[in-house]
């Protein structure tokens, strides 16, 4: 063997060793399927959320009388609470209201509520203003303590001056014990 061929051979496998040592580089390709589906997920939600906003937006009705915070807006998606007599503690399935009302407002953290405080008809009125005062600052506290800001909510008492029901009965009297929530102008 000749020095030429030694080192033509040595070449050769030199040239074998370093083709098995290192392996060829596959691509990891994303299905094409996953990155649509993925798509699609954000696509739903972002829809959805969309879909919310205007069924919020639609829900709102201005008052006929401006509140504290000025001109208010109904809306039926939040929830009125209500108290037994001559009390200002919050029910349990009141708090249950309290939290959707909570979940609603934490979706739109650029509104801002005026919570009222309702008393019925018997009493002093200046006895009743106290109570819905009382009535209106415990559903905003809750509701801080679920994580709205303080900031956002505004109290007012009516009393027993706008009853949700005129009536003079055991029924009209407990539609009337309410913290009612109004979205105030921005």
Not at 99 to 110: G, I, W
Not at 139 to 158: F, H, M, Q
Not at 165 to 174: I, Y
Request: aromatic fraction near 6%; charge should be positive.
């Amino acid at each position: 063997m000749t020095k030429k061929s030694l080192i033509i051979i040595i070449f050769i496998l030199c040239f074998g060793l370093i083709m098995i040592g290192c392996p060829k580089k596959t691509a990891v390709k994303e299905e094409p399927s996953v990155k649509k589906e993925e798509a699609a997920k954000a696509e739903a939600e972002r829809a959805k959320e969309t879909k919310a906003k205007e069924q919020f937006e639609k829900s709102l009705v201005a008052e006929k009388t401006p509140g504290i915070a000025g001109e208010v807006f109904e809306s039926s998606l939040l929830k009125d609470i209500h108290f037994d007599f001559d009390k200002y503690d919050i029910r349990p399935g009141e708090a249950a209201l309290l939290k959707e009302n909570a979940a609603l407002l934490n979706k739109y953290a650029n509104v801002k509520i005026q919570m009222e405080g309702h008393c019925d008809e018997r009493g002093t009125v200046e006895y009743n203003l106290a109570l819905g005062e009382r009535r209106a600052n415990q559903a905003k506290n809750y509701l801080v303590s679920l994580g709205i800001s303080p900031a956002r909510i505004s109290t007012i008492s009516y009393g027993k001056e706008k009853p949700l029901d005129p009536g003079h009965n055991e029924e009209a009297w407990a539609k009337n014990r309410r913290a009612h929530t109004v979205v105030t102008a921005k």
